[in-house]
Antibody, heavy 120, light 110 residues
Framework: EVHLVESGGGLVKPGGSLRLSCAASGFSFSTYCMNWVRQAPGKGLEWVSSISRTGGDIFHADSVKGRFTISRDNVKNTLYLQMNSLRAEDTAVYFC?????????????WGQGTLVTVSS | QSVLTQPPSVSAAPGQKVTISCSGSSSNIGNNYVSWYQQLPGTAPKLLIYENNKRPSGIPDRFSGSKSGTSATLGITGLQTGDEADYYCGAWDSSLSAGVFGGGTKLAVL
């Protein structure tokens, strides 16, 4: 059974940094593209970042470009999101999500999310 | 302002049918696949429809998807109170090189 478990969220001051992790199990992690999606309190879904199977192709939303970096460790079966220069508007639940096997953009499995709160 | 446009809310009676629209452009829906997600209160989103009109295993055939040009539609028949949730459409945007979602539609089963 596919499992995605995020960790690393918490309270951080504006300008601070945080690294999120997503531990994957139940599937061949290295053969799937992976994504981060966030949801601010009471708001809709916002795609954040995606990474190809090998990590050679990376995409970030304009809202986080230059501040966030997605990466993966295919030995540890773990996805990461390094978040720097955090702002109040980055406050959200961050979900990691697996992209479907056909690479057609659908996100077929999601973790339960980890809450990031940026506040002084 | 979301790249994909959905109605904020829809409602219908139990047993009835409802449709949720998702409007985009040639850089997203027009030339890429659309997926649909259901988010029950307090839970993570769940994939309902992928590649415009395909259902993952375990998703009942009460849920259907279609696409025409730069718009997509999610249909739900035989509405149940358990279908009350937020529904989101999503696609890849080739111009932005980014994933995009609709703003979400809250379904009320009255």
């Amino acid at each position: 059974e596919v499992h995605l478990v995020e960790s690393g969220g918490g309270l951080v001051k504006p300008g601070g940094s945080l690294r999120l992790s997503c531990a994957a199990s139940g599937f061949s992690f290295s053969t799937y593209c992976m994504n981060w999606v966030r949801q601010a309190p009471g708001k809709g879904l916002e795609w954040v970042s995606s990474i190809s199977r090998t990590g050679g192709d990376i995409f970030h939303a304009d809202s986080v470009k230059g501040r966030f970096t997605i990466s993966r460790d295919n030995v540890k079966n773990t996805l990461y999101l390094q978040m720097n220069s955090l702002r109040a508007e980055d406050t959200a639940v961050y979900f990691c999500a697996r992209e479907g096997p056909q690479d057609t953009g659908d996100l077929d499995y999601w973790g339960q999310g980890t809450l990031v709160t940026v506040s002084s | 302002q979301s790249v994909l446009t959905q109605p904020p809310s829809v409602s219908a009676a139990p047993g009835q049918k409802v449709t949720i629209s998702c409007s985009g452009s040639s850089s997203n829906i027009g030339n890429n696949y659309v997926s649909w997600y259901q988010q029950l209160p307090g839970t993570a989103p769940k994939l309902l429809i992928y590649e415009n009109n395909k259902r993952p295993s375990g998703i009942p055939d009460r849920f259907s998807g279609s696409k025409s040009g730069t718009s997509a539609t999610l249909g739900i028949t035989g509405l149940q109170t358990g279908d009350e949730a937020d529904y989101y459409c999503g696609a890849w945007d080739s111009s932005l090189s980014a994933g995009v979602f609709g703003g979400g539609t809250k379904l009320a089963v009255l």
